[in-house]
């Protein structure tokens, strides 16, 4: 038995013998289905990652108010570095999944984003990607990455895509919406996994749904349309195009930051850092095209 299973066994809140299941597919944390008489969960373990902005506490607030407001599942149980949350009968959303349903993914969004600032406690957290890669950039250089030669670049692309930024209302986001991050179970569709969640220009949601399901400029104009309620200026389609490119930035410097703290079983971070710099650059190229100035 792992110490981490043990620690699971000896949770109080059980009401009888129970099975321990690994969910994979996870990318920095731990997670369990826990099956006992009192019903199916979901156990999810990890330390907090100064490194990724990640505190525990803060997730699980997170989680809370999610759970309250409608859009996650129950929390059941939190303790330092561990939560236990309800087991939903539901798929995980795939990037076709995303397109497929991205009137009811924008609705969702906009609910969330409406909804949550006020469910929300303690010390606001915001959410800045332009901040975020700046921020990785310095941790990778300092470390000597073996990225460190192509940071001057990026981070000046970055300020570039930074400027070109009409800013959407603040809002409470969620900030990691990559398609296995919503839940669809046949009704409804939920949302999990709240530990970047916070303050931020809508536009970073938006974007990170778009270019995560691989949408194209026609869908993802439809897709901010949706979510507006209204046509989308030429100001927004273009802040959105930039933030689509940042977006898979941060993404691709994520893998690099992880490749130095992190060591999730199966998880191969420089692969995940060069296919996501791979999006990055097609995603620039789109967006230099269409404003080369």
Known sequence: MTETEARIRALPLWKGPIEIVPLTGGLSNESY???????????????DFPFHHVYRDREAMVSLAAHQAGFGPEVRYVEPGLMVTEYLSARTCTPEDIRANAPRIARLLSR????????????????????????YAGTLKANGSRWADQLPRLVQISTELEAAQTLLPIVFGHNDLLPANFLDDGERLWLIDFEYAGFNTAMFDLAGVASNAGMDSEQSRAFVEIYLGRGASPEIIRALSAMQAASLLREALWGMVSE???????????????????????????YKSAYPA
């Open 33 to 47: 289905i826990v099956t006992e008489p009192g019903g199916r969960h979901v156990v999810r373990v990890g330390r």
């Open 112 to 135: 969330f984003h409406q909804e949550m600032a006020s469910r929300v406690t303690g010390a606001g957290f915001l959410f800045w990607v332009f901040h975020v890669i700046r921020d």
């Open 260 to 286: 130095l703290y992190l060591n999730a079983p199966g998880v191969d971070y420089v692969a995940y850092a060069r296919e996501n710099l791979e999006k990055f650059e097609a995603a620039l190229s789109r």
